[in-house]
T-cell receptor, first 115, second 114 residues
Framework: GAVVSQHPSWVICKSGTSVKIECRSL??????MFWYRQFPKQSLMLMAT?????????EQGVEKDKFLINHASLTLSTLTVTSAHPEDSSFYIC???????????FGPGTRLTVT | AQSVTQLDSQVPVFEEAPVELRCNYS??????LFWYVQYPNQGLQLLLK??????LVKGINGFEAEFNKSQTSFHLRKPSVHISDTAEYFC????????????FGAGTRLAVHP
């Protein structure tokens, strides 16, 4: 149990376009979902925390207008990278928790390449 | 400031040899401690966790870790590694008393050679 999926697993987009990444909890309801960004050979950096039905809380330095997060249901959160640029190319990983302080279960990640 | 330090960016080791991956943290409050493994192009998998109780924690795949409060360390060990253990290992700490707001270390690349 506690499986988290992400779609797509990889995406290539042109500079200036927007791309949406989905994060789904497949066998449990996730009150809280997290979005991380990982640069090559570096650690995960928390971008934002989202609770179902409310606005996401962004970490310092993360542009909320560029990285739009929606947690519309207990099984789905989306991250939309708006007007993507090559510097947004990265590995984006989501995680989900049954409750705000419960264990996080991680998705397999989405590799975004902006050309 | 609260932080997590993984002292080794890369650890090469021969198959069947023992290995220790080091993790230290800085905090003045109680912490939860975790070790995750990441295989290439995959998400993170939880190896083990320390929440409270016994300081020696056993996890999956034969790994174990020991919480040392006085040294603020949580080193990961395995007595005999396999080729399949080659991966990136991340130490993570929650300073807020739960699983949320995980702070990750920079990671240690474990390379097991035949």
């Amino acid at each position: 149990g506690a499986v988290v999926s992400q779609h797509p697993s990889w995406v290539i987009c042109k500079s200036g376009t927007s791309v949406k990444i989905e994060c789904r909890s497949l066998d449990f309801q996730a009150t809280t979902m997290f979005w991380y960004r990982q640069f090559p050979k570096q650690s995960l950096m928390l971008m934002a925390t989202s609770n179902e039905g409310s606005k996401a809380t962004y970490e310092q330095g993360v542009e909320k207008d560029k990285f739009l997060i929606n947690h519309a249901s207990l099984t789905l959160s989306t991250l939309t990278v708006t007007s993507a640029h090559p510097e947004d190319s990265s590995f984006y990983i989501c995680s989900a928790s049954r409750a705000p302080r419960d264990e996080q279960y991680f998705g397999p990640g989405t590799r975004l390449t902006v050309t | 400031a609260q932080s997590v330090t993984q002292l080794d960016s890369q650890v090469p080791v021969f198959e069947e040899a023992p290995v220790e991956l080091r993790c230290n943290y800085s905090s003045s409050v109680s912490v939860y401690l975790f070790w995750y493994v990441q295989y290439p192009n995959q998400g993170l998998q939880l190896l083990l966790k320390y929440l409270s109780g016994s300081t020696l924690v056993k996890g999956i795949n034969g790994f174990e870790a020991e919480f040392n409060k006085s040294q603020t360390s949580f080193h990961l060990r395995k007595p005999s590694v396999h080729i399949s253990d080659t991966a990136e290992y991340f130490c993570a700490v929650s300073f807020s008393g739960g699983y949320n707001k995980l702070i990750f270390g920079a990671g240690t690349r474990l390379a097991v050679h035949p």
